[in-house]
């Protein structure tokens, strides 16, 4: 997992987080830098930067 369930509720604050919100958010992350991966690769660099999102 990526990211930290304790983060993600302390980003939350006021708003309860399911047990299942974590995994679904790292999964969002994941396809995301897969997808930033190809795009940089596309362009042909090596290195993902913050315009590949």
Not at 2 to 7: E, Q
Not at 34 to 39: D, I, K, P, T
Not at 41 to 51: E, F, S, V, W
């Given at each position: 997992m ?6 993600v509720k ?10 299942d ?6 999964e969002?992350?994941?396809?995301s830098v ?6 940089a ?11 590949d999102?």
């Open positions: 990526l990211i930290v369930k304790s983060r302390d980003v939350a604050k006021t708003h309860n987080v399911a047990g919100f974590a995994e679904a958010l790292n969002m992350i994941v396809w897969m997808q930033a991966g190809e795009r690769k596309a362009n042909g660099r090596r290195t993902i930067q913050a315009r999102l």
